[in-house]
């Protein structure tokens, strides 16, 4: 048993000595009596073992102070400062971290947060999370380029009610970068309160479509049935074209291709340069992709192969137009005036429509990059068309 010895000038009516549990017991009663006596004890080091004794008892007796501002008193902070040291990574080290919420430790904890260590990194995103002034430095981290993807796994690995909130609010959001979106994707997919997550995100279209491949090949790894068939229905994974599924995704982008036999399916078979331009060749209906191979993972080549719907950007939406005479004309809308609309279509012809001509124009939610373009030329195809792209980068400034 722990003995606390007290001066008996300070609390000479209090017994001598007294026990540990004395001493808390005592602490609840009277604690402003007590209070001199604890700090009398604390300060009073002879060696580390008995000062780290006396600090234990201490800060266990300024717990259960009520009211009791310890932050008016150094010495009180001292001593819990020496417990925190002495605890760190441990359970008692959080509940400190908790119970006193130390100015200052937010920072330290927010450091770990995004340090080597996984395992104090989710223990710190647990403290963080519980903490009023640690929850906004969390998301701070979050959306910061640096770090971003590496909170995301972290509270990903945390997988708690506050972590899948953070993460979701990530997935939803199409301004945040691709590898952060699909780092807080990965993240959701490790716990089944995740899967749900992704899940109604995706039955509401909240999901931005650029990941609904990744979610979906993650998702059918669900050990639990029933999340496995719920994701099938809401994130359906394409299949070649006698109906056979595709592997996933990131595994389709680990295996390795021809580029060689890419180029020439990227240039006939595949129809790919009837709309894109490499290096001067082919037409120029959707994005050049001379440089595709910097701006891409193969992943994420691949979903826009798979899925051109998915992610659609703002320079290339479609627009359906019906014209007075029950013509259709889709394509990209190059230009608009009060005369007269242009629309590229996907043969890389400009249709110039006469405004009084035009029945309705409508923006749709198809690509203009037509669907299950991949049934030209199967799985080998995929993976050397990704192989040929991964080499289209950027030209070395040297
Ligand atoms: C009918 C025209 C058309 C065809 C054919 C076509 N694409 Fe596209 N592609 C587009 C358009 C338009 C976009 C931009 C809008 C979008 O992403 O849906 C696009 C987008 C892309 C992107 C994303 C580019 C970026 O910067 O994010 C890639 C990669 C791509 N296409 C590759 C291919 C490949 C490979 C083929 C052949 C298998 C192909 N496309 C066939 C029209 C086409």
Partial sequence: MLNLSFDHRSIGHIAMTCRFSCVLLACLLLPSLLLPGLLFAAGNTDDDAAQARRDAVLVRAIERMQDFNYRE?????????????????????????????????????????????????????????????GRPLVRQRLIDKAHGPVVAEVLGLLGNGRAIYFLSEITRQAEQPFDLRRAAVVGLARSKGGQKKLIEQADQKQLVGDTWLIAGALLARSDDESLRKAAGRVLPQPAQKDAKPLPPVDQLAKAKGDAVAGMKLFRGVATCANCHIVNGHGKDVGPNLSEIGSKLSREAMLTAILLPSAGISHNYENYVVLTAEGQVIA?????ETDREVVIRTADAIDRKIDVDDIESMKKSEKSVMPENLHHLFGQQGLVDLVEYMATLKKADPS
Avoid at 331 to 335: A, E, I, N, T, V
């Fill in 73 to 133: 008193h150094p010495e009180v902070i001292a001593a819990i400062d020496r417990q925190l040291h002495r605890t760190q990574g441990t359970p008692e080290f959080i509940r400190l971290v908790k119970k006193f919420q130390p100015a200052g430790i937010e920072k330290q904890l927010i450091e770990t947060l995004v340090g080597d260590n996984r395992s104090a990194a989710v223990e710190a995103a647990v403290l963080l999370l519980e903490m009023e002034h």
């Fill in 331 to 335: 394509g990209l809308k190059m230009s």
